[in-house]
């Protein structure tokens, strides 16, 4: 899972940063500071609560999928 943020977008309301202060870093003036992670699984509900709170839906989550494109196995086939 990753997180993608339009930084330009951002008007700092640090909702997300107060439901997940280690994931969402804000910077000096109280913006979020990244323009996106890489989640962790153990991460993951909270990188996903963290984003439903902010007011102005500039974070936006990439689920990857289980057997991305390019893996070797062919449609059907099982690992």
Same mark, same amino acid.
Do not use: W
């Given at each position: 899972?990753?997180?993608?943020? &339009? @930084?330009? #977008?951002?008007?700092?309301? #640090?909702?997300? @940063?107060? =439901?997940?202060?280690?994931?969402?870093?804000? &910077? &000096? !003036? /109280?913006?979020?500071?990244?323009? /996106?992670? &890489? =989640?962790? =699984?153990?991460?993951?509900?909270?990188a996903?609560?963290?984003?439903? #709170?902010?007011?102005?839906?500039?974070?936006?989550? =990439?689920?990857?999928?289980? !057997?991305?494109?390019?893996? /070797?196995? @062919?449609? /059907?086939?099982?690992?």
């Amino acid at each position: 899972m990753k997180i993608i943020i &339009d @930084n330009k #977008a951002c008007a700092g309301h #640090a909702r997300c @940063n107060e =439901v997940a202060p280690g994931l969402y870093e804000l &910077d &000096d !003036n /109280g913006y979020i500071s990244t323009a /996106g992670f &890489d =989640v962790e =699984v153990g991460q993951q509900a909270l990188a996903r609560r963290g984003a439903r #709170a902010c007011p102005e839906r500039v974070i936006h989550i =990439v689920d990857e999928p289980a !057997n991305p494109p390019g893996n /070797g196995l @062919n449609k /059907g086939q099982k690992q």
